[in-house]
């Protein structure tokens, strides 16, 4: 769920100092699928009412912008207004304070209290802003992850795989019949409960409460894969001796040449520095950085980072 609150708007209050906010920017350019525009403007802007008023100030900003470029803001108008009821209902999420805010209270279990209420809120929201809260668009953004994998030949049915952070089990409950193990761990109780029950009678899925401190309920070299989407981002947040244990146990569970994947790490919005920081962790922990950083999906921006153990 990655926060753009800090791009600051003035767009709805002075429409004379208009800029447009960096993200719309990258949707124009075509660096952005419509809902995640959409989700990423929500998230600017705070409320959808704030977002209505920006993106008719943005149309109405006279000749820079171009005919191509309002073609694209009336496409945003009309999803927003044709999504106007789910993504009221995701104002309460826009609006929560994150954890840090206030610093002192320990990381790991704020998160936990985060997504614990977040999923309580919304299920398909709670794991990926940009589905809208629209369970469909939720699923066509797993599907383009199990096309990645499936090209990448990381699943087969002998395959043991576990997802830190699984959420609500989407993946789970997709990569079940490809693989002979499917793993879920999660800080969050809620979440738990939500993929339980999504992933009821799939008899190899195992779903559970972690500490989200190390993968310790797994023995050594016990699995074929291990992978994040989009909960590296927490435990970056969460400090960085998290981000070198994981790194760690993620060896140490792996088989000789098992993969981990992470997708997306952090959300400073600097990918290089991500880089940098993932080929430091890789070299450390004994892993080669097969891929580095691409940007392979359509519906989401969701950064790869493919490393395989040594
Ligand atoms: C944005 S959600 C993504 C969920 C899931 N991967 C998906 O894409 O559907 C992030 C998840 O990471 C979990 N999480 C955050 N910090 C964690 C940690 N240290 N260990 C395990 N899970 C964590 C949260 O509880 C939440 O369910």
């Keep these: 769920m990655p926060d ?7 767009a709805a209050a002075r429409p004379d100092q208009f800029t447009l906010p960096d993200s719309l920017i990258a949707y124009l350019a075509g660096e952005r699928s419509p809902p995640l525009a959409l989700m990423q403007l929500l998230l600017h ?34 999803l927003l207004a044709s999504r106007r009821e789910q993504c009221l209902s995701l104002e309460p999420l826009l609006q929560a304070e994150l954890p840090g805010d206030d610093g002192g209270q320990d990381s790991v279990s704020a998160w936990a209290q985060f997504f614990d209420a977040a999923v309580a809120q919304a299920a398909p929201a709670s794991v990926a802003l940009y589905s809208l809260g629209d369970p469909e668009l939720l699923d066509a953004a797993t599907g383009e992850v199990l096309d990645y994998f499936t090209e990448q030949g990381l699943l087969g049915p002998r395959r043991r795989i576990l997802q830190i952070g699984c959420g609500i089990g989407r993946f789970e409950a997709v990569l079940a019949p490809l693989v002979a193990e499917a793993h879920g761990i999660d ?34 070299f016990s699995l074929d894969m291990v992978y994040a989407v989009d909960s590296f981002p927490y435990l970056h947040e969460s400090g960085g001796a998290l981000l070198e244990t994981h790194f ?58 493919h490393l395989r153990l040594a």
């Excluded at 809620?190 to 993968?215: F, K, P, Y």
């Excluded at 000789?256 to 890789?282: C, H, K, M, T, V």
């Design 187 to 220: 800080i969050s109780p809620g979440m738990i409960n939500a993929a339980r029950q999504r992933c009821a009678g799939l008899a190899n899925v195992h779903l559970a409460c972690c500490s989200g401190r190390d993968l310790a309920p797994f023995a050594d």
């Design 248 to 305: 760690a146990e993620s060896a140490r569970v792996l088989t000789r040449g098992g993969d981990l994947l992470i997708l997306n790490f952090s959300y400073r919005n600097d990918p290089e520095q991500d880089s940098r920081e993932i080929n430091r962790l890789a070299t450390r922990h004994g892993f080669k950085v097969l891929v580095d950083g691409v940007q392979p999906f359509r519906l989401w921006d969701g950064r790869v980072w």
């Design 4 to 10: 753009s609150r800090s791009e600051a708007s003035s």
């Design 45 to 78: 802007c705070g409320s959808v009412t704030a977002c209505e008023q920006l993106l008719e100030a943005a149309g109405a900003h006279g000749s820079s912008v171009q005919v191509v470029q309002r073609q694209g803001l009336e496409e945003l108008r009309h």
